[in-house]
């Protein structure tokens, strides 16, 4: 969980991003207002999460709802171009790190942070992002074990490339309704052992939220509704075609839309599901050879999560960047240890003697390693809703 959630520094230096944002906003248009949203409110953010804000360009109204389709997608489209043109001369970000993505449904100013390196996507006009991020907030509060789920199987989807819609994947937004939803249902569907449940609460719902996901659900009929629990996909209709791709997940602020429709790699995401499971619950081999040789060499013994997550070798550099940006001290970085050591320099070579009449000047010469799980299929009861 530590390893997968931003440390303080880097959570510094996401506040200072946000700082500097306000700053450029407030001067150039003294009307609008910047409210973050998403991970990052949350407290959800891996390390290599976007920063998501949205620029409100009338100021903030507590009382105001605006839809993401709601609006004119033009004047949004020529704030994002006005509020671009600012970013750079006031050191935001470089120009070629600017995309301003104007075609889809939602305009989105995607960029990078030229000092702290951190991406920020910025949008417009728009309150259900900080809508959602009420209500997850709320469910996190009820159900404190999902924090640790979501974090885990946001790590587990990145290192598949599973995490993204635009590539099929299951966003941030969609995958905690999936965790939420299997919380409001937990008492309904799994009777844990009271002992288990109070030791290990947090690892024995990640394997049974793996279990919901792999075998207790049929998708293909059922969708998944955090206000009425789960439907028979046949009896809804959906705005924009939702509805009719493999996952199919209501949206709780605006129940017409399927916030799964995206997701079209799903059966792969399914079956990456599967194999964890497998996984986590086969019996672990006690090599006592292996794991001396580890503890004599400082090398921790691997974990059972180990098995299903492993580490991103980019979090440890944004660590330390994170670190030297926000002002603290920071031990040096080890110098990489050489597994094949390149064989010791020759000893220098002996000068040979001058020829006897030469000078006695001369020229000195020196010479210079994955398992794989077997994937066991759970025998217990599927949810599915017969037609009437």
């Given at each position: 969980?530590?390893?997968?959630?931003?440390?303080?520094?880097?959570?510094?230096?996401?506040?200072?991003?946000?700082?500097?944002?306000?700053?450029?906003?407030?001067?150039?248009?003294?009307?609008?207002?910047?409210?973050?949203?998403?991970?990052?409110?949350?407290?959800?953010?891996?390390?290599?999460?976007?920063?998501?804000?949205?620029?409100?360009?009338?100021?903030?109204?507590?009382?105001?709802?605006?839809?993401?389709?709601?609006?004119?997608?033009?004047s949004k489209v020529t704030f994002m171009e006005q509020l671009a043109a600012h970013l750079v001369p006031a050191g935001f970000s470089k120009r070629t790190e600017i995309n301003q993505i104007t075609r889809a449904r939602v305009p989105i100013l995607k960029t990078i942070h030229q000092r702290t390196r951190v991406p920020v996507d910025i949008s417009f006009d728009t309150t259900n992002g900080p809508a959602h991020t009420d209500m997850v907030a709320t469910y996190l509060r009820t159900?404190?074990?999902?924090?640790?789920?979501?974090?885990?199987?946001?790590?587990?989807?990145?290192?598949?490339?599973?995490?993204?819609?635009?590539?099929?994947?299951?966003?941030?937004?969609?995958?905690?309704?999936?965790?939420?939803?299997?919380?409001?249902?937990?008492?309904?569907?799994?009777?844990?052992?009271?002992?288990?449940?109070?030791?290990?609460?947090?690892?024995?719902?990640?394997?049974?939220?793996?279990?919901?996901?792999?075998?207790?659900?049929?998708?293909?009929?059922?969708?998944?509704?955090?206000?009425?629990?789960?439907?028979?996909?046949?009896?809804?209709?959906?705005?924009?075609?939702?509805?009719?791709?493999?996952?199919?997940?209501?949206?709780?602020?605006?129940?017409?839309?399927?916030?799964?429709?995206?997701?079209?790699?799903?059966?792969?995401?399914?079956?990456?599901?599967?194999?964890?499971?497998?996984?986590?619950?086969?019996?672990?081999?006690?090599?006592?050879?292996?794991?001396?040789?580890?503890?004599?060499?400082?090398?921790?013994?691997?974990?059972?999560?180990?098995?299903?997550?492993?580490?991103?070798?980019?979090?440890?550099?944004?660590?330390?960047?994170?670190?030297?940006?926000?002002?603290?001290?920071?031990?040096?970085?080890?110098?990489?240890?050489?597994?094949?050591?390149?064989?010791?320099?020759?000893?220098?070579?002996?000068?040979?003697?001058?020829?006897?009449?030469?000078?006695?000047?001369?020229?000195?010469?020196?010479?210079?390693?994955?398992?794989?799980?077997?994937?066991?299929?759970?025998?217990?009861?599927?949810?599915?809703?017969?037609?009437?």
């Open positions: 969980m530590e390893y997968s959630s931003l440390s303080h520094a880097e959570t510094r230096v996401r506040n200072v991003v946000l700082d500097h944002l306000r700053a450029i906003v407030g001067a150039a248009f003294p009307k609008a207002a910047v409210r973050v949203f998403g991970s990052f409110a949350t407290d959800l953010s891996l390390p290599t999460a976007d920063l998501d804000v949205v620029v409100l360009t009338e100021g903030l109204d507590e009382d105001a709802h605006f839809d993401y389709l709601a609006g004119d997608k033009a159900h404190p074990a999902s924090r640790t789920v979501i974090m885990v199987m946001k790590h587990f989807l990145a290192q598949r490339g599973l995490n993204e819609p635009f590539s099929g994947g299951i966003g941030g937004y969609t995958l905690t309704c999936l965790v939420m939803s299997f919380f409001e249902a937990y008492p309904f569907t799994y009777a844990p052992d009271p002992a288990l449940e109070e030791a290990f609460p947090d690892a024995l719902a990640l394997l049974d939220f793996l279990d919901f996901m792999a075998f207790k659900v049929n998708f293909q009929q059922v969708g998944i509704s955090l206000v009425e629990g789960f439907f028979k996909r046949s009896h809804r209709k959906f705005d924009m075609g939702g509805g009719a791709g493999p996952l199919c997940v209501e949206d709780p602020q605006r129940r017409s839309s399927d916030i799964g429709a995206g997701a079209f790699a799903f059966d792969r995401i399914k079956s990456a599901m599967i194999n964890a499971h497998s996984l986590l619950v086969r019996p672990a081999v006690h090599n006592t050879i292996v794991r001396d040789r580890l503890s004599a060499a400082g090398v921790p013994a691997p974990t059972v999560l180990s098995r299903v997550i492993f580490p991103d070798s980019r979090i440890p550099d944004m660590r330390l960047r994170a670190e030297l940006v926000s002002g603290r001290t920071v031990s040096p970085v080890p110098p990489p240890v050489d597994r094949w050591p390149s064989p010791p320099p020759a000893p220098p070579q002996a000068p040979a003697p001058p020829a006897f009449g030469e000078s006695g000047v001369f020229e000195l010469n020196l010479c210079d390693s994955d398992q794989d799980g077997d994937n066991n299929e759970d025998n217990g009861e599927v949810i599915d809703i017969d037609s009437d």
